[in-house]
């Protein structure tokens, strides 16, 4: 059975760090696509950042240069390093994992939550100006 669990948010100044982690059980993060995700209110869920098993990263316009995704495999931990937030960046934030072996990040979708297979329960993010 596979369980992710998210950590890590909370509230921020405009200009502010958090770090998001997500552990995951049942799954390791050496294959498939992972990434964060968020879906604020009234929104559709949308990708922020997803990794390949070659740690090849994609990231979103909107967080690009901003967010670092990165993966530790010893302790199976998915981390999400956010710097000068911005008021628009508050969301309830996912980590959502695909099934499947070796895969490049060049194959890893932002834009269709749909191909990913397990998710997170959300930890919330809120970024006050």
């Known amino acids: 059975q596979v369980r992710l669990v998210e950590s890590g948010g909370g509230s921020a100044q405009a200009g502010g760090s958090l770090i998001l982690s997500c552990v995951a059980s049942g799954y390791t993060y050496d294959r498939g696509c992972v990434g964060w995700f968020r879906q604020a209110p009234g929104k559709e869920r949308e990708g922020v950042a997803t990794?390949?098993?070659?740690?090849?990263?994609k990231y979103s316009d909107s967080v690009r240069g901003r967010f670092t995704i990165a993966k530790e495999l010893y302790n199976n931990t998915l981390f999400l390093r956010m710097r000068d937030l911005k008021p628009e960046d508050t969301a309830m934030y996912y980590c959502?994992?695909?099934?499947?072996?070796?895969?490049?990040?060049?194959?890893?979708?932002?834009?269709?939550?749909?191909?990913?297979?397990?998710w997170g329960q959300g930890t919330q993010v809120t970024v006050s100006s």
């Open positions: 990794i390949g098993t070659d740690g090849y990263a």
């Open positions: 959502g994992a695909k099934s499947g072996g070796w895969v490049s990040g060049h194959s890893c979708s932002l834009g269709d939550t749909g191909e990913y297979n397990y």
